[in-house]
């Protein structure tokens, strides 16, 4: 059984996962791949990636997937699960990872999740109930009525669809939160019942009180010069070539990867839709909006500690920073 194809009997829905596990998060460019390194060897722990990008195989530069030489020091898991052709839900993320950290806890070490997906860390903390299988066709029909109508106009009716068959759903997502929105819509349109009624007993945290939940944060000025450092080195580093690399021998990317922050503007700029010195500009744009969103979710989430950071630090001084406010 290769990682990630663990299948547990969780018929009902996915648990959250208990207070042993720490958390270390916060939004593109803000070091925690670093930081992680080095506070998993101080815990002697083992990394659990919280990403959902970074389970691509291939798609290793703008994921700033861990390097060799990193995996080398710290163990770690749900990294290169599947084809960049392929889907991989969110809920067979969060039983992939049940299952990396039941093996982790039996060789006697500490878990470790890093990562910059906040949907992936509310679902753990909070768990989720199960629900049908996604039907692409009505999600490509909602996307080419939100690109007709135009992103805002489009977004706000989804959004008034959605309070009419699920209030409650939309009373608790935002209106530019366009994917979960068509997930709500979906699940009615499939089931006739609002998602909302079977994720009434998941809807509190489990037990976030005594999670180690660790956001990294900068100002947002400083972390806008981050963001551009981080998107001219990942195309220093030949995130073109990796572009065509990936064309060449996958052809068409799945849906999610094909839309991934550097990938989707990379493969308009060789289909010709864009001059480069545009690309890189989309790209730097695209990733201090992805960084606001992810901003905004943190900051919804219970239970999280926010470690502001001003100043340019040795990772390992960090790392023990965090373990010293346990």
């Known amino acids: 059984m290769t990682e990630g194809s663990h299948q547990s009997d969780y018929s009902d829905g996915i648990p959250p996962l208990g207070p042993s596990c720490w958390f270390l998060t916060g939004p593109t460019a803000s070091g925690k791949t670093r930081v992680g390194i080095e506070l998993a060897g101080l815990l002697d722990a083992e990394i659990v990636s919280l990403d959902s990008m970074t389970l691509y195989r291939d798609m290793n530069i703008a994921t700033a ?97 959605l309070a009419q068959v699920d209030p409650l759903s939309a009373h608790k997502l935002h209106p530019n939160d366009t994917r979960r929105i068509i997930r709500a819509l979906e699940v009615y349109k499939i089931t006739g019942s609002p998602i909302s009624h079977g994720q009434v007993h998941f809807d509190e945290p489990g037990s976030t009180d005594r999670q180690k939940i660790f956001v990294l944060g900068w100002p947002r000025a400083r972390l806008h010069e981050r963001i551009e450092a981080r998107v001219e080195k990942m195309f220093a580093s030949g995130l073109e070539d990796e572009v065509r690399g990936l064309l060449e021998r996958y052809g068409q990317l799945g849906r999610t990867a094909s839309q991934a922050v550097g990938y989707r503007e990379l493969i308009a700029y060789l289909n010709e839709q864009l001059p480069m010195d545009e690309t890189v500009e989309q790209v730097k744009r695209r990733t201090r909006r992805f960084a606001r969103r992810q901003e905004t979710w943190f900051r919804s989430l219970n239970g999280c500690r926010r470690v502001e950071q001003a100043d340019e630090q040795e990772p390992v001084a960090m790392a023990r920073q965090l373990l010293e406010m346990e």
């Open 65 to 161: 997937k861990p390097s060799p030489e990193d995996r080398g020091r710290v163990p770690h898991h749900l990294l290169d699960l599947v084809d960049p052709t392929e889907e991989y839900s969110l809920a067979q993320y969060l039983l992939a990872a049940h299952q990396a950290v039941e093996r982790i806890l039996a060789a006697d070490r500490r878990v470790l999740f890093v990562g910059g997906t906040p949907l992936y860390l509310k679902c753990l903390l909070h768990g989720i109930s199960q629900g049908p299988a996604a039907d692409w066709d009505f999600r490509d029909q909602i996307r080419e009525e939100i690109q007709q109508l135009g992103e805002q106009q489009g977004s706000e009716l989804l959004h008034q669809r």
